[in-house]
T-cell receptor
Framework: DAGVIQSPRHEVTEMGQEVTLRCKPISGHNSLFWYRQTMMRGLELLIY????????DSGMPEDRFSAKMPNASFSTLKIQPSEPRDSAVYFC???????????FGPGTRLTVL | RKEVEQDPGPFNVPEGATVAFNCTYSNSASQSFFWYRQDCRKEPKLLMS???SGNEDGRFTAQLNRASQYISLLIRDSKLSDSATYLCVVTGGYQKVTFGTGTKLQVIP
């Protein structure tokens, strides 16, 4: 299995631009998680899905952030408009069920200038 | 009080030493517990699950103390390759997943 796939691996953009991060979970996994990691705040859960349905989005910082999971093999995290404080590493993870071990993708390193 | 707390360290230990980390959690309804390892600029990877009866995997031992609401990780005979950040993970009563901020370990030759 290829593991969790994320794209792009690196993204540099200017403030105000739209950013879309993509994730392909491990086939057969029912839960998908989006995290953000910074030095100051550590690893924060933004949102997670069970069977493509958003279960907990309480970690989404504000309305500029949105996430979708149109099918079992694809999810996006969108930031519109982006701001410099959004600069971080964004990880996607999947698990068989939401209480099982999670497998992380390599992350997307986002820099907003 | 934070939901999950860890001593950020760094813990600087010589090769061959034994080192232990603790992680406390606030939600008594928490159900699942894990230790992850994260290398610099890499994604977190599962090190081991933590079972109520405690579990061991080679040089690593994990334990759960529900009464005091903490989990622990013991590393024996530390290797240089053990240098990393160790994250504890707690899954709460409503399956909310919370990561600790991590404990940094540096094993010194």
């Amino acid at each position: 299995d290829a593991g969790v796939i994320q794209s792009p691996r690196h993204e540099v953009t200017e403030m105000g631009q739209e950013v879309t991060l993509r994730c392909k979970p491990i086939s057969g996994h029912n839960s998908l998680f989006w995290y953000r990691q910074t030095m100051m705040r550590g690893l924060e859960l933004l949102i997670y899905f069970n069977n493509n349905v958003p279960i907990d989005d309480s970690g989404m910082p504000e309305d500029r952030f949105s996430a979708k999971m149109p099918n079992a093999s694809f999810s996006t995290l969108k930031i519109q408009p982006s701001e410099p404080r959004d600069s971080a590493v964004y990880f996607c993870a999947s698990s068989l069920h939401d209480y099982n071990e999670q497998f992380f993708g390599p992350g997307t390193r986002l820099t907003v200038l | 009080r934070k939901e999950v707390e860890q001593d950020p360290g760094p813990f600087n230990v010589p090769e061959g030493a034994t080192v232990a980390f603790n992680c406390t959690y606030s939600n008594s309804a928490s159900q699942s517990f894990f230790w992850y390892r994260q290398d610099c600029r890499k994604e977190p990877k599962l090190l081991m699950s933590v079972y109520s009866s405690g579990n061991e995997d080679g040089r690593f031992t994990a334990q759960l103390n529900r009464a005091s609401q903490y989990i622990s990780l013991l590393i024996r005979d530390s290797k240089l390759s053990d240098s990393a950040t160790y994250l504890c993970v707690v899954t709460g009563g409503y399956q909310k997943v919370t990561f600790g901020t991590g404990t940094k370990l540096q094993v010194i030759p």
